[in-house]
């Protein structure tokens, strides 16, 4: 597979009744950001079984399939992405696995197919590409679209960020914002939701973004005010570190000893969120939470030990190449011998609201 993604997604006429026939894009390639590092963060073996939590376009999947004769087990929780892997599944003949369903419920979903162990896990957090560039799926501020976001997809049953922007109470949303987009005019930007909708409900993309620039203005870097009130609903509403708390503990239930995890993060919570697990699960920082005790209790040593390199960032050319790459952060366990914690990871690191 080559990744011929242009920075731009490419234009053409949508001759679909929901778009009215105007100039939409075609969805861009995904450009998998940090491959290479991943790749030999897992050093797959022939034989082995892994597990892309994040299977988006494929491109984790389809390196770690090339570098061995291994088995790769994918899961998304956007059917399309699913139904876009067949080909691959065709290509690797056996070797590939689709699985449409959530990577915190990973350990439940792979029981259900005989597998209980496996020898890496990898996760390549937030949104695809195709998502991004889809009108109809609501992600993105720069194409109208109706106000969705559901990496399900609109048929998912969890709320939409219509449903959160026309009914949350004016200071969640405000904390939301704050927390999840680092908004500091979150206050004003929830004031400005809730007047709007008292006039007529927001359902498209563009009428958010628009109640956003009434009260946000342009930062000196040039970024659209809308950027991170969409990311930090993006982020409810998917329930995305939730999400990664369950993904992480479930990853340290199904590791075998030697397995590795990777996940690569765009977000500063969720880069905090691995990072602590990572810590507390290698013993870095001693108890699992303040209202533990210290313990010697065998089920709490170290379950990861952590490689000397630490956190990897994208170099420069892969910032060029893909300036999405920018915020991303790789960080890498061993699984040990020692048995899972049964304490779940924080969740949410509590930012403080605004
Ligand atoms: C950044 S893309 C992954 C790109 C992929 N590594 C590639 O090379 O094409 C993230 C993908 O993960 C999926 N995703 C996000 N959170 C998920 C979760 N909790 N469970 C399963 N899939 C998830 C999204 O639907 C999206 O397709």
Excluded at 32 to 53: I, K, M, N, Q, R
Excluded at 339 to 346: F, G, H, S, V
Aim: glycine share 10%; charged share 25%.
């Amino acid at each position: 597979m080559t990744f011929t993604s242009p920075t731009r997604p490419i234009m053409h006429a949508c001759a679909s009744a929901s778009s009215g026939g105007v100039i939409c894009p075609l969805p861009a390639a995904h450009q998998p950001v940090l491959l290479d590092e991943v790749v030999d963060a897992l050093t797959p073996h022939d034989g082995g079984v892994y597990v892309d939590g994040t299977f988006g376009a494929g491109g984790y999947s389809h390196a770690i399939l090339e570098s061995a004769d291994c088995t790769v087990w994918a899961i998304d929780r956007d059917p399309d992405a699913i139904a876009a892997g067949a080909a691959m599944a065709e290509e690797f003949d056996g070797r590939l696995g689709l699985i449409t369903g959530c990577f915190g419920d990973m350990d439940g979903l792979l029981a259900e197919r005989g597998v209980t162990q496996v020898d890496g896990v990898t996760f390549d957090l937030g949104v695809s590409s195709m998502q991004l560039d889809q009108p109809e799926r609501g992600f993105s501020f720069r194409y109208n679209g109706p106000l969705d976001m559901r990496m399900e997809g609109a048929h998912g049953d969890r709320p939409s960020a219509a449903d959160v922007v026309n009914h949350m109470r004016e200071k969640e949303l405000a904390d939301i914002i704050y927390q999840f987009g680092g908004e500091r005019r979150s206050r004003q930007v929830a004031k400005a939701i809730v007047e709007a909708r008292g006039e007529s409900p927001i359902t498209r993309t563009f009428q958010l973004a628009d109640i956003v620039r009434s009260v946000v203005g342009k930062s000196r870097d040039g970024l659209d005010p809308a950027t991170r009130t969409f990311q930090a609903l993006r982020i409810h509403v998917n329930d995305e570190i939730g999400e990664l708390g369950r993904g992480l503990a479930a990853a340290e239930t199904i590791l075998s000893p030697g397995g590795v995890l990777a996940a690569v993060s765009f977000h500063s919570l969720e880069d905090r969120l691995v990072k602590d697990f990572l810590k507390q699960r290698s013993g870095a920082s001693p108890r699992p939470s303040r209202h533990r005790p210290e313990t010697t209790d065998p089920s709490l040593s170290p379950s990861f030990t952590i490689p000397s390199k630490g956190v990897i960032q994208p170099g420069k050319e892969e910032i060029k190449a893909n300036p999405r790459a920018r915020s991303g952060r790789l960080r890498s366990a061993i699984r040990t011998g020692e048995p899972a914690w049964d304490t779940a990871p924080e969740s949410n690191p509590g930012a403080p609201s605004p």
